[in-house]
């Protein structure tokens, strides 16, 4: 049974370019959420997305954008990166009809801004 | 809102030795409360959860806490830590129900001598 599954694992972006990160959920579950972890850091919620529609947004500006696919997939893109925006981005798994939010990490993936 | 404080950044403890980890949390009713650890370059393994019912929680790695509702605490033990145990190790609360969010503290990093 695999994990949550994100790709690339590495990548390297130049100030005002555009990024797209990919999510595989964990095997049966529904909802996808993103959180940025930027170096010496917690984990900082981006948003969480159900059904396909983004359900919950934390303070992140519309720079910050996700789709979700019919497969439960997600993507997150960065438009017109900063500098600041270099971190390891995570992608967690739920199943949201579950009465507990257990949600599974996967390995991120690690973002450079130039 | 709900937020987490995670007082202690770096410690230090001999292999062998008793371990505890802080972790205070503010929210407004009895939140459900996670311990995560992060090895260099890796994702986030859940350690433990406590949603309700008894407040000595075990998890995995011969980890437990205590979830004190009068101190708005939820510290991580450990009786005898090794030296695989070395990483950093992040409190979250998240709210009751299904798949919400998480907000993590800044995590608290354990090295151990051997």
């Known amino acids: 049974d695999a994990g949550v599954t994100q790709s690339p694992t590495h990548l390297i972006k130049t100030r005002g370019q555009q990024v797209t990160l990919r999510c595989s959920p964990k095997?049966?579950?529904?909802?996808v959420s993103w959180y940025q972890q930027a170096l010496g850091q917690g984990p900082q919620f981006i948003f969480q997305y159900y059904e396909e529609e983004e359900r919950q947004r934390g303070n992140f500006p519309d720079r910050f954008s996700g789709h979700q696919f019919p497969n439960y997939s997600s993507e997150l893109n960065v438009n017109a990166l900063l500098l600041g925006d270099s971190a390891l981005y995570l992608c967690?798994?739920?199943?949201?009809?579950?009465?507990?939010?257990?949600?599974?990490f996967g390995p991120g993936t690690r973002l450079t801004v130039l | 809102a709900q937020s987490v404080t995670q007082p202690d950044i770096h410690i230090t403890v001999s292999e062998g030795a008793s371990l505890e980890l802080r972790c205070n949390y503010s929210?407004?009713?009895?939140?459900?409360l996670f311990w995560y650890v992060q090895s260099p370059g890796q994702g986030l393994q859940l350690l433990l959860k406590y949603f309700s019912g008894d407040t000595l929680v075990q998890g995995i790695k011969g980890f437990e806490a205590e979830f004190k509702r009068s101190q708005s605490s939820f510290n991580l033990r450990k009786p005898s830590v090794h030296w695989s145990d070395a990483a950093e190790y992040f409190c979250a609360v998240g709210a009751p129900g299904t798949a919400s969010k998480l907000t993590f503290g800044t995590g608290t990093r354990l090295q151990v001598t051997l």
């Open positions: 095997s049966g579950h529904d909802t």
């Open positions: 929210y407004g009713a009895t939140p459900y």
């Open positions: 967690a798994s739920s199943l949201r009809s579950l009465a507990y939010n257990e949600q599974f």
